[in-house]
Structure formats: structure tokens, C-alpha cells
């Protein structure tokens, strides 16, 4: 079952910050987070692993929630280039499929 | 570039017409993926393919045919489609025994069904 993500789209201005929801009915093992930009590859971002742990990334952080199965995905002073598609992708166990969530557009204007 | 190189790039096929799309990585990763991107759709997986061996084949017509002969090539072989198969697909490749590695994707390769 996929994950869900929230809100489906956001737009910001540049400076500005924005915070990306995952959220599973499942007990999860891994959460990572992509970036795709129009007619582009999806980029790794970063993955999480249960433990509730936080990790960065330049100015883009996540959490994970393991008792909530949700995942946060942050963004600060958020620059042009971070416009694109975020997808969550969410893991039951080690190795397991890796299930994407729909996405959320995110448009950074000057 | 990524690492994961697929080609070709764009294809127009007609539903009679038998192609392949092929999927390249040299990143030493030992599993590879297929993966169907529509619109406003999620990535929805389609096969796996661990050292070689098909491990999950994620209940796909069997009009998509999957190759991997070693563990930097990839193809998936297509005939007879659909107007509804017109999709980008995304080749990605990842270490399966590796803890806390993401998935490395390739450009994809939009196909379009006539």
C-alpha cells in the first residue's frame, strides 16, 4: 500500500520554508525522500531508517516518526533550485519493495 | 548523468510494432528496477531484478518482458501495447545488501503508443 504525502503542491517564494508529509498505514523499516525535476531522473535526497532519527542535507532535513510511521520532510530558506516533485518511498523491511508516495510539486518563485 | 544511462530517450511506437528499452549502470550496484511513471500517478514498481535474478515481477502484462544478462545491463522488451501503456519508464539501480542506500534512477525513456 503506498504512502501518502501531503499537501499535494506548494508554492513558496524564495527564502521562504515548507515542510513535506509522508505517512503509511504500515510499519516501516526505511523511509527515503527524491527529488525530480521536470524531464529529469529522480535524485536521492536521503534515507531514514526506524529509530526516529533526523538527518540533513545542505538545508533540506527529515525526521521520522517510527510510533507515528510518518516522515517530515523540511525545507529552509528555500532556494530556486529546490523547485521539482518530492517523493517519498517507503520500505517494510530490509530490501523490500520500494513503494512511492503520489508526490508534492513544489514551485519556488523569485 | 546519473550513472544509470537508458536508451532510447523518447520512442513512438504503434501497438503492432516489438521494441526494447535498455538500461546501463556502472555504479557496482547488484539489483536493478523497472519503473512505470504515468501522470499524477505514483511510480509504480514493475520488476526487480536482484544479482541478476527476477525477484519480483509485480503483476505486469505479459506484453512487458523483462532481460537483465548481467548485472549492469538491463532491457525491457516491449510488443503489442496499449494506447494506456504511453508512460515515461524508469530504469533505477540500488545495493541490495547495502543498508541505508537510496535508489540511483536514470532519465527514463517516454514512450508513446500510437
Known amino acids: 500500500q503506498q504512502p501518502v504525502q501531503s499537501p499535494q503542491a506548494v508554492i513558496l517564494r524564495e527564502g521562504e520554508d515548507a515542510v513535506i508529509n509522508c505517512s503509511s498505514s504500515?510499519?516501516?523499516?526505511?523511509v527515503h525522500w527524491y527529488r525530480q525535476k521536470h524531464g529529469e531522473a529522480p535524485v536521492f535526497l536521503m534515507i531514514l531508517l526506524k529509530g526516529g532519527e533526523q538527518k540533513g542535507h545542505e538545508k533540506i532535513s527529515a525526521s521520522f516518526n517510527e510510533k507515528k510511521q510518518q516522515s517530515s520532510l523540511y525545507l529552509t530558506a528555500s532556494q530556486l533550485s529546490y523547485s521539482g516533485t518530492y517523493f517519498c518511498?517507503?520500505?517494510?523491511?530490509?530490501?523490500?519493495?520500494?513503494?512511492f508516495g503520489e508526490g508534492t510539486q513544489l514551485t519556488v518563485n523569485p | 548523468e546519473t550513472g544509470v544511462t537508458q536508451t532510447p530517450r523518447h520512442l513512438v511506437m504503434g501497438m503492432t510494432n516489438k521494441k526494447s528499452l535498455k538500461c546501463e549502470q556502472h555504479?557496482?550496484?547488484?539489483?536493478m528496477y523497472w519503473y512505470k511513471q504515468s501522470a499524477k500517478k505514483p511510480l509504480e514498481l514493475m520488476f526487480v531484478?536482484?544479482?541478476?535474478?527476477?525477484?519480483e515481477n509485480n503483476s505486469v502484462p505479459s506484453r512487458f518482458s523483462p532481460e537483465c544478462p548481467n548485472s549492469s545491463h538491463l532491457f525491457l522488451h516491449l510488443h503489442t501495447l496499449q494506447p494506456e501503456d504511453s508512460a515515461l519508464y524508469l530504469c533505477?539501480?540500488?545495493?541490495?545488501?547495502?543498508?541505508?542506500?537510496?535508489?540511483?534512477f536514470g532519465s527514463g525513456t517516454r514512450l508513446t503508443v500510437v
Open positions: 533505477a539501480s540500488s545495493t541490495r545488501t547495502g543498508v541505508g542506500m537510496g535508489y540511483t
Open positions: 504500515k510499519a516501516l523499516y526505511s
Open positions: 531484478y536482484s544479482l541478476e535474478e527476477r525477484v
Open positions: 555504479l557496482g550496484h547488484n539489483a
Open positions: 518511498g517507503t520500505e517494510v523491511g530490509s530490501g523490500s519493495r520500494l513503494t
